[in-house]
């Protein structure tokens, strides 16, 4: 597997939610931006910071390097879905981690797309595919995360992270508009 862009790396983030006491997870935090963005969605990065530091629901504010990692994540990942090479790195553990916990970070990955995903006001319809997308990441965000080390489970969880990457990007596809929404932070998010 290819290095992961430090952009990406799943432990500076968890390190900015310790950093602030946070309640939300990394892969729940990524998940929702994607989210959020696959659903037409533009913030400018005041809004998502807010939107950010209300996600993570921690005791204590942001530092500067925090901002700055969660601004560098927000454009990174427009960048990747806007892009033509079917490039989508989610935030989650790297191989090291064990399966369990690469498991569970994957079914918050979901949940936070499906909360992110949903906030979006979509005038047009969408596909059956894409509703289908929308079943399986729900299934997906309630996943078994109680697995042991084994070659078939390492199998499985490679390819629903897989299928949720590539989903995405059609989602992402299906739901852009030539005149991007920019987004407002809600007045509460619990």
Known sequence: MALMPVVFDFDR????????GAVG???????????????GARLDHTTWLSVAQELLDGRGALTEAGKVALIQLY????AELSGS???LTLVLPDDSAAIDHRTAA????CEGFLAGFGMVERSAQLSEEADGVLRDFAA?????TDLDESEANEVDFMEVMEYVRMATLMLFS????????QDTPPAALH
């Open 106 to 109: 994957l079914g918050h990955w």
């Open 174 to 181: 299906e739901c852009q508009s030539a005149d991007p929404k």
């Open 13 to 20: 983030y968890a390190q900015i939610c310790s950093d602030v």
């Open 140 to 144: 997906i965000s309630q996943v078994q």
């Open 85 to 87: 090479g079917f490039e």
């Open 25 to 39: 997870q990394p892969a729940e935090l990524h998940g929702h931006l994607v989210g959020r963005l696959s659903a």
């Open 75 to 78: 454009d990174a990942s427009l």
